[in-house]
């Protein structure tokens, strides 16, 4: 079983609408989670940081759920420049120094 | 600045030949880490470095070595390529940190390594 597990999608997004979609993680011993973003062919960058009272930047609004350990990005007001790969990466004090992506969910907004 | 800078960017090898890939980061980094991502299994952390002269193993680490001689190089090394090491090989560098907590990590673009 993988450590994060990722809905690949593609979601398809009307321009202008909200997408959410979720992430899993089996290891109890998470604390750090962080949502990259990465555009084809290109590396990833850091999306935001997900905190555990759950947070916002902008249009994008992550929370965290330790007790069902998942986390989620919600995309309001969705742009054609959202389109991209959304990896959901974790970090645990149990593996100090190796952090585990998930595979990534695709987004791609449409006009 | 650069930020985080790979080369080279593309490669073709044939099975058993050797190559090294290079990562250099402007940033002042102490952490530097190598990555291969495949189809459907997300970045895999191959080996990582803590500091200047320190490597260590991570998920999937034979087949290759690493050497970080100076702080701002990350070498990778293929010793005698496979057709399984066929990936996309991405660099990053942190900032140190207390254990137990992570930074934002920063990619070099990549290098696109096809072994026949």
């Known amino acids: 079983r993988k450590e994060v597990e990722q809905d690949p999608g593609p979601f398809n997004v009307p321009e202008g609408a909200t997408v959410a979609f979720n992430c899993t993680y089996s290891n109890s011993a998470s604390q750090s989670f962080f949502w990259y973003r990465q555009d084809c062919r290109k590396e990833p960058k850091l999306l935001m940081s997900v905190y555990s009272s759950g947070n916002e930047d902008g249009r994008f609004t992550a929370q965290l759920n330790r007790a069902s350990q998942y986390i989620s990005l919600l995309i309001r007001d969705s742009k054609l420049s959202d389109s991209a790969t959304y990896l959901c990466?974790?970090?645990?004090?149990?593996?100090?120094?190796?952090?585990?992506f998930g595979a990534g969910t695709q987004v791609v907004v449409t006009p | 600045n650069a930020g985080v800078t790979q080369t080279p960017k593309f490669r073709v090898l044939k099975t058993g030949q050797s190559m090294t890939l290079l990562c250099a980061q402007d940033m002042n980094h102490e952490y530097m880490y190598w990555y291969r991502q495949d189809p459907g299994m997300g970045l895999r952390l191959i080996h990582y470095s803590v500091g200047e002269g320190t490597t260590a193993k991570g998920e999937v680490p034979d087949g290759y070595n690493v050497s970080r001689l100076k702080k701002q190089n990350f070498l990778l090394g293929l010793e005698s390529a496979a057709p399984s090491q066929t990936s996309v090989y991405f660099c990053?560098?942190?900032?140190?940190?207390?254990?137990?907590?992570?930074?934002?990590?920063?990619f070099g673009p990549g290098t696109r390594l096809t072994v026949l």
């Open positions: 990053a560098s942190s900032y140190g940190t207390d254990i137990g907590s992570y930074n934002e990590q920063f």
């Open positions: 990466v974790v970090g645990a004090t149990d593996s100090w120094g190796k952090l585990q």
